[in-house]
């Protein structure tokens, strides 16, 4: 049996250079009855704990490090910890500099790496590097859920913000051109905000969005 995906919304701000905005979260939830692993922990923690529940929770991995997908990670890692069996936070390293920004004590993280495989509950999650949202941003594709969670990478109607700091446009479209849009057309998209698509949906409008810019 694989792994079912529970999802919630939560709600709070993002804030970057000097900006404060009032968003709307996915958050992921990936597992069986026994185990499970969270996309994201931004805003309500006690939320979040409640959809995770008596399960082991083996990680919690960050599809990258803005505070609206973050800010609340150390502390539900913590809170479903145990001795001699830490919950860590899973990052991309080139999202370091954007993770301090949020958590300058330097609450810990554990490295993510392109090709990368978490397994949850007999279900394989591979991660894919996917920059410029933010350098470290990443992908996770479950195959055999006929699933990607895309962060705010890629969102159904195009890609993610990059008018801000340590953003990209010219390398997220490449990111989605050479990742993303490789997967399977049938492959469900769910992402870190709003409403959720396929990549069939989408592939179409990539020449779209290269003539729109940014």
């Known amino acids: ?111 993510l790496s392109h090709g990368e495989v978490v397994t949850v509950a007999g279900t394989d999650l591979h991660v894919l590097h996917t920059p410029g949202h933010t350098p470290g941003s990443v992908c996770v594709y479950a195959p055999q859920l006929g699933t990607v969670f895309t962060g705010d990478t890629l969102f159904a109607g195009g890609p993610g913000a990059t008018g801000r700091s340590f953003s990209s446009f010219e390398t997220i479209t490449a990111s989605i051109r050479d990742v993303l849009l490789v997967l399977p057309p049938e492959t469900r998209v769910l992402t870190g905000h709003g409403e959720s698509t396929t990549i069939g949906d989408e592939a179409p409008h990539l020449q779209e969005w290269l003539d729109r810019g940014h």
């Open 1 to 111: 049996m694989s792994a079912r995906v529970d999802h919630l919304v939560t709600s709070g701000t993002f804030s970057l250079d000097g900006q404060t905005f009032d968003v709307d979260n996915n958050v992921w939830v990936v597992g069986d009855d026994r185990e499970c692993v969270v996309l994201d922990a931004p805003h309500d923690v006690d939320a979040i704990a409640a959809v995770v529940g008596g399960r082991r929770l083996l990680a919690v991995l960050a599809t990258h490090a803005h505070d609206d997908h973050v800010r609340r990670a150390p502390e539900l890692a913590q809170r479903f910890s145990a001795p001699g069996h830490p919950v860590p936070v899973l990052l991309h390293p080139a999202d370091r500099e954007v993770w301090r920004l949020t958590h300058p004590d330097g609450a810990a993280t554990t490295d």
